[in-house]
Structures are given as structure tokens and as C-alpha cells.
């Protein structure tokens, strides 16, 4: 009997999994195991899509052996919270229209947002000279993050409801849904913590970073603490499950740009700033610390919300 090749080196990477004393699925997600079977995640730069084939491999070969994992749909019980277009997909009852107080003078001073109140776009890179980057793409790399450098073709729609919490120009704390979502059932932008810190705080001093993806409703709360009760672009396609934060975003209205703020485990806010390093988006709060860790070429990027010329 013959065998091919991939069977073979399939059959080399189990052998010190299988002997492991833990159950299969998690060792498709124990680092440590994964390297002893060849998936090392060790380079120059954070994202290794040659260690993530490998562990698309394995994760193949155990689909028949593990019990599969149903993505659970935690009860929604803070209905208000969602926005109609939520509630419209939940089969729920729309938000009851605001009403004003009648006592409130009313302001006559023209808005400078060029978007109100819902802002529909696509996502473009444009670097700190202002030259194009390239779209950021609705597709996911094998890790799920989001990629910079697609077409406008490919690119990602984003929409968002900027509500009343436009404040001279800059709205924040926003929940932002993908238009075209690059993880079916995942359309929450998402900030998810990286696969190699040791905890799921940032801040000057420290290499830990976070990967740029999308997650499942309900999302998080703005100015809540990191989450592992969700499911993330990341786990969907890697079977790790790390922290994320959907209700983070910031839209400066008069220039169109988005931007990030971390909420740390003791909920201290921590803004971010976007890379791309090895095509794939990044978030990182301190980068001279990520580069000391992770050498390879990383490049800062303004994210850019540009008119659809297809809408």
C-alpha cells in the first residue's frame, strides 16, 4: 500500500500529540505541543502562514476524532443595546425614536460631519504621507485577521451608526458592523488579543499586541474589560480562543479615519495604533516593544473610510 506524501508528514505531526496526556482538541491549540509537532510559530514576524497551514492540517485530521465544537449563542437580554439593524436580523422589535426634551434650545450651527448619522464605506490604508496602502480586504488571512492591500473590488464595507455620540467631530466607543463580512455570521469588527501574550493587557513597555478581525454578536460593551464569552474571526479559523473587545472604535467624522482604544483587565483605556506587518493588520500600543520581539518590517497605516464608488 502507498501512501502520499501529505499522509505521511500528516502522520509525523500527530505522533507527539497523540502521545500527549490531554485531549485532542486542545492540543490542537497548546503552543508548546505544537511546536514539539512542528507547528512553530517562531519567525520574524508575528504572523507565520506557514505554521498556520500546518495547524489547518492537523485541525483537518482531528475533525473526524474530536467531538466538533458548536458555537454557542449566548441569550441576549440587553435588547436596547442593539441597533435596529441587529434587532432586525434577531427577528426583534425596533428602538423606540428618541424624543427631545422640549426645553432644549436647539443648536443652528451646521454639523462638520460629512456623514450623518449612519456612515457606509469602504476601508482604505493610507500611509502617514497620505499615500494609498491599498484597501483593507473582506478576507481573512489564515490566522483571521483582517489583510491590508487589496483592491477596491475586494475591499471591506463598514457601516456605522454614530447615534448622538458625535462630539466635535469625533465619535467613540462605537460598534462598527462589516458590510460584507470575510467570517460568515462573524460581522463585528473586532479588536482580539494576540496569540502569544501573556495576558490581554497593552501599554508603553510592552510587545503584547492585538490582532484586527471580527466577532459574533453580541459583541462587548463599551468600556467593558476583554471577553473570552464570544467567538472571534481568530478562534473560527485557528481554534484559539482569546479576548476581544467589539465596542472600541473611534470615527473622526471631519477626516473620515478610524482608530482604537483598548480596554486593559484593569480598565484602564489604552489607544492603539494600526500596523500592517506581513500583509496582515495589527494593533499595537508600543512598537518599538513589538519590534524588539517581532523584527520583521512593520508599517503604520491611517484606516480611511472612503465612499463605495459601486453604491
Known sequence: MRFSLSVLSSAALLLPILSAPISLADATTNLDLLAKAGVSFTGPAEFNPEAYQKLATLRKVFA???????????????????????????????????????????RQEPSPEPFAPNVLGISLGVDLLGNNLGYVGASLSSSGQLQLGASVADALGLSISLGSSTKRGLAEELRIETK????????????????????????????????VGTADYPGTEP?????????????????????????????????????????????????????????VVLALADPEAFQAKYPAPIKPFTWKLVRDPKA
Open 64 to 106: 473526524g476524532k474530536t467531538p466538533t465544537r458548536t458555537r454557542k449563542t449566548r441569550a441576549v437580554t440587553r435588547v436596547k443595546r442593539l441597533t435596529n439593524a441587529e434587532r432586525l436580523r434577531l427577528k426583534l422589535p425596533l428602538n423606540p425614536p428618541k424624543r427631545r426634551d422640549p426645553t432644549m434650545q436647539r
Open 223 to 279: 468600556n467593558s474589560r476583554p471577553s473570552i464569552d464570544g467567538y472571534t474571526s481568530h478562534e473560527a479559523l485557528t481554534g484559539m480562543k482569546e479576548a476581544f473587545e467589539t465596542d472600541v472604535w473611534n470615527l473622526d467624522t471631519r477626516t473620515a479615519t478610524i482608530s482604537g482604544t483598548w480596554i486593559n483587565e484593569d480598565g484602564a483605556a489604552v489607544p492603539v495604533t494600526l500596523y500592517e506587518q506581513a500583509g
Open 180 to 211: 460584507n463580512a470575510p467570517a460568515d455570521g462573524l460581522p463585528l469588527l473586532a479588536l482580539i488579543n494576540g496569540r502569544d501574550n501573556e495576558n490581554a493587557n497593552l501599554g508603553k513597555g510592552s510587545w503584547h499586541y492585538l490582532y
